[in-house]
C-alpha cells in the first residue's frame, strides 16, 4: 500500500469515531462555512494523527507533498488541518524543491485564514529557513491571489532577531496602500513582531506610510 493510501485510510478511518454536531456546526459557522466539519478538537486531532503518522515509515518529499494535496481534496476541514500537521510531523522529509512543487497547490486549496496560516507554521516558516528561496517569495508577493500574499508577508514569522527585516519591510511595503483586511492583518502581524528587537525601523515604516490601514496600524503599535 503506497503512503499516500495508507494515511487517507487510516485518518478516514479514525476521524469519524470523534464527530461532534454541535462542534462541528459551530466551527462551521466562525470559518464562515468554508468546508463544514467533523467536529474534532484540536487536541483530539493531534493526538489521532500523531499515533497514526508513527505507525508509517517515513515519505519520499514528493510522497509527502502528493498526500497534503490528497487530505486537501477531501471534503471535510479536519482534513486539510491533517494536511499540515502531516507536513510539520514529516518536515525532514521534505527537500529544497518542496514548496515550488507543493506550496502554492497546497496554500491555495480551500484557502481561508486557518489553513493558510497552518501552512505558513508547519511549513513556510521552517522550510525557507532551511531552503532560503526569494525567487518563490517574490513571485508570491507580486501575485494576485491575497493568499499568497499574506503567505509571502508572514514567511518570517517566529524567527525573531534572525528576521531579516529589510526584505520583510519591503514585502510589506508593496501592499502598504491595499485594504484587502488578509493582506493588511499580515503586514501588522510582521511589523509587530519586528518591534518586539527592532521599534526603530517599524516606527520609521509607519512614518514613511501615513496611509497604511488602520489594521495594521493598530497591530504594529502594539509593542510600541
Same mark, same amino acid.
Given at each position: 500500500m503506497?503512503f499516500q493510501?495508507?494515511?487517507?485510510?487510516a485518518?478516514k478511518?479514525?476521524?469519524?469515531?470523534?464527530?461532534n +454536531?454541535?462542534?462541528?456546526?459551530?466551527?462551521?459557522n466562525?470559518m464562515k462555512?468554508?468546508?463544514?466539519?467533523?467536529g474534532i /478538537?484540536?487536541?483530539?486531532r493531534?493526538?489521532?494523527?500523531? @499515533?497514526i %503518522?508513527?505507525?508509517i515509515?517515513?515519505?519520499?518529499?514528493?510522497?509527502?507533498?502528493?498526500?497534503a494535496l490528497?487530505?486537501m481534496?477531501?471534503?471535510?476541514?479536519?482534513f486539510?488541518y491533517? *494536511?499540515?500537521?502531516?507536513i510539520e510531523?514529516f518536515l525532514?522529509?521534505? /527537500?529544497?524543491?518542496f514548496?515550488? @512543487?507543493?506550496?502554492?497547490? =497546497?496554500i491555495?486549496?480551500?484557502?481561508?485564514?486557518d489553513?493558510? /496560516?497552518? =501552512?505558513?507554521? *508547519?511549513?513556510?516558516?521552517?522550510?525557507t529557513?532551511?531552503f532560503?528561496n526569494?525567487?518563490?517569495?517574490?513571485?508570491?508577493n507580486k501575485?494576485?491571489?491575497i493568499?499568497?500574499i +499574506?503567505?509571502?508577508i508572514q514567511?518570517?514569522r517566529g524567527?525573531k +532577531? =534572525?528576521?531579516?527585516?529589510?526584505?520583510v519591510l519591503?514585502?510589506?511595503?508593496n501592499?502598504?496602500?491595499?485594504?484587502? %483586511? %488578509?493582506?493588511?492583518? *499580515?503586514i501588522?502581524?510582521?511589523?509587530?513582531?519586528i518591534s +518586539?528587537?527592532d521599534?526603530?525601523?517599524?516606527k520609521? %515604516? =509607519?512614518s514613511?506610510?501615513p496611509?497604511?490601514?488602520?489594521?495594521?496600524v493598530?497591530?504594529?503599535k502594539?509593542?510600541?
Open positions: 503506497s493510501k495508507r494515511v487517507i485510510t485518518i478511518h479514525e476521524f469519524p469515531k470523534h464527530q +454536531r454541535n462542534r462541528s456546526i459551530g466551527a462551521f466562525y462555512g468554508i468546508a463544514p466539519f467533523i /478538537d484540536a487536541p483530539t493531534r493526538k489521532i494523527l500523531k @499515533k %503518522f508513527a505507525s515509515p517515513e515519505p519520499t518529499s514528493d510522497e509527502l507533498g502528493l498526500s490528497a487530505l481534496k477531501q471534503k471535510e476541514r479536519e486539510h491533517a *494536511a499540515y500537521d502531516l510531523y525532514e522529509s521534505a /527537500d529544497s524543491k514548496l515550488d @512543487k507543493y506550496g502554492e497547490k =497546497l491555495t486549496s480551500k484557502p481561508w485564514w489553513t493558510v /496560516d497552518g =501552512l505558513g507554521t *508547519a511549513m513556510l516558516a521552517p522550510l529557513i532551511k532560503p526569494r525567487t518563490l517569495i517574490n513571485e508570491w501575485s494576485s491571489n493568499w499568497l +499574506r503567505s509571502s514567511h518570517q524567527r +532577531r =534572525l528576521t531579516e527585516v529589510s526584505y519591503k514585502l510589506c511595503q501592499h502598504a496602500e491595499s485594504d484587502e %483586511f %488578509f493582506i493588511v492583518k *499580515a501588522g502581524w510582521a511589523l509587530r513582531d +518586539r528587537f521599534k526603530t525601523s517599524v520609521q %515604516f =509607519l514613511e506610510n496611509n497604511l490601514s488602520a489594521v495594521a493598530k497591530e504594529a502594539r509593542y510600541l
